[in-house]
């Protein structure tokens, strides 16, 4: 019983301590960089979120200094997720969970000085056209130098020969003033506030001149990280606005990775936390409603977590269908424990069997020993050890040596024992018969 009731403890408590390991939140390190952005931003919020709703799934930022750092923190084990850029180089250990937000190259001419309209210089309407000028890229990252290259050299510009200079937002008023550059490029969301504060600042003389990109699907076609993209007309206000039709462009995407290691379950999870509390975010952080899930197909860039997949087309496993083959496997190692511990303790009490044999043997000897039996105390001396036998039969019968089957054949053979004894008492105390001789009749 003791054994029983150990064994169903510690089942009890292994279901329990499996529950809390499986069902305890998952802390999971994100990279996400540079500092004080946007994407920042939003994986912090994100990070509150789960917190605050006691998600099964918990982030942790590491901050980077940019989509270059969160890729190398990834690739380095730093970092479980990471955001990324998708035209830069993917780490080989990374697979697609969500698309945090979808950027557009934008090309735009400044408003040209009265000077330069003066003196007759040509507008510049075309990118083809920018071969031998001056071009401000925003942002400090060699990513936007890159994008700026991909797409001269469709255009078949020589850009070992082009004169690109980098700066800052807050250098902007600056460049403008001086008219230091003569076209710019800045890479973010449709609706990225610091590229409207960059049209809005480089059109204070006049209209800015955008610039489509008509050979998009070409890019995209030589270059899979890209895609054709169209800027909405007003996408950038102002009045006029800017710009004042549609332009054509080529977008590129910021990835949610994560590691390919990491359990398909826990990224499932994530997954599906980060789409539930999306909309909560929306109000605080617009750039929220621009998660997307990640392009499922077998070709992918960037080929997506079978997590991410199985949320994403509705094939999530259950609790069951995860752990239901631990959890047969488990019910058939208890029940083997449970026969070798039987098997066991059977063995452990061998000779104890044994014994209960031999005294049982002698308990039948002993009834053939009774009947032949001449004086009282010889039949006392079989009594008393048939009681020594009872005893030592009932305690192996208690610590479970034998079995009430064997129990029952030892009775049967005991009340012959007792049988014999009680036939053999009455004989010897029955007086001896003498026999009466008859008498001679007298003759007279």
């Known amino acids: 019983m003791f054994i029983v009731l150990a064994g169903v403890l510690a089942g009890i408590g292994a279901l329990l301590s499996g529950y809390y390991f499986t069902m305890r939140p998952v802390p999971l390190r994100i990279a996400v960089g540079p500092p004080n952005s946007d994407d920042v931003r939003v994986v912090q919020a994100l990070a509150q979120a789960f917190s605050r709703e006691h998600s099964g799934v918990?982030?942790?930022?590491?901050?980077?200094?940019?989509?270059?750092?969160?890729?190398?923190?990834?690739?380095?084990?730093?970092?479980?997720?990471?955001?990324?850029r998708g035209d830069l180089e993917v780490p080989k250990d990374a697979q697609a969970v969500a698309v945090l937000r979808k950027n557009v190259a934008v090309l735009w001419v400044p408003p040209r000085p009265k000077a330069d309209r003066k003196k007759g210089a040509a507008k510049i309407t075309k990118i083809a056209q920018i071969a031998d000028k001056r071009i401000g890229v925003i942002g400090r990252t060699q990513a936007n130098v890159n994008l700026l290259k991909v797409v001269l050299q469709q255009y078949g510009v020589d850009t070992s020969k082009l004169d690109i200079v980098q700066f800052s937002t807050s250098e902007l008023a600056d460049a403008i003033k001086d008219h230091k550059v003569d076209?710019?490029?800045?890479?973010?969301?449709?609706?990225?506030?610091?590229?409207?504060?960059?049209?809005?600042?480089?059109?204070?003389?006049?209209?800015?001149?955008?610039?489509?990109?008509?050979?998009?699907?070409?890019?995209?076609?030589?270059?899979?990280?890209?895609?054709?993209?169209?800027?909405?007309?007003?996408?950038?206000?102002?009045?006029p606005p800017r710009p004042d039709e549609e332009v054509k462009t080529i977008s590129f995407a910021h990835h949610i990775v994560a590691r390919k290691s990491l359990p398909e379950s826990?990224?499932?999870?994530?997954?599906?936390?980060?789409?539930?509390?999306?909309?909560?975010?929306?109000?605080?952080?617009?750039?929220?409603?621009?998660?997307?899930?990640?392009?499922?197909?077998?070709?992918?860039?960037?080929p997506a977590h079978p997590g991410a997949a199985a949320f994403v087309d509705g094939e999530e496993k259950t609790f069951l269908d995860r752990y239901s083959d631990y959890i047969w496997w488990s019910l058939m190692a208890f029940s083997a424990l449970g026969s070798i511990g039987a098997w066991l303790a059977s063995y452990l009490r061998k000779d104890e069997r044994n014994t209960n044999s031999t005294l049982r043997e002698r308990l039948l000897d002993m009834i053939a020993a009774a009947r032949k039996s001449d004086t009282m105390d010889e039949l006392d001396a079989l009594q008393a050890e048939a009681d020594d036998i009872l005893r030592d039969t009932l305690t192996c019968f208690e610590s479970g040596a034998i079995e009430e089957g064997t129990l029952t054949a030892f009775n049967i053979a005991l009340e012959q024992f007792h049988n014999a004894v009680a036939d053999r008492r009455a004989l010897l105390l029955t007086p001896p018969f003498t026999p009466v001789r008859p008498q001679r009749p007298q003759v007279v």
Do not use: C, W
């Open 58 to 84: 918990r982030l942790r930022p590491v901050i980077a200094d940019g989509a270059l750092g969160s890729a190398n923190a990834l690739a380095t084990g730093k970092a479980d997720l990471a955001v990324i």
């Open 183 to 239: 076209v710019f490029l800045a890479a973010g969301p449709i609706n990225s506030k610091i590229t409207a504060d960059a049209i809005a600042e480089s059109s204070r003389g006049g209209t800015p001149t955008f610039l489509a990109i008509d050979a998009a699907e070409a890019i995209a076609q030589n270059h899979p990280m890209y895609d054709a993209a169209d800027i909405p007309a007003g996408a950038f206000g102002g009045s």
């Open 266 to 302: 826990t990224v499932a999870v994530f997954t599906k936390q980060l789409f539930a509390v999306r909309q909560s975010l929306m109000n605080d952080f617009p750039l929220a409603a621009k998660i997307e899930t990640p392009d499922t197909d077998k070709d992918a860039a960037i």
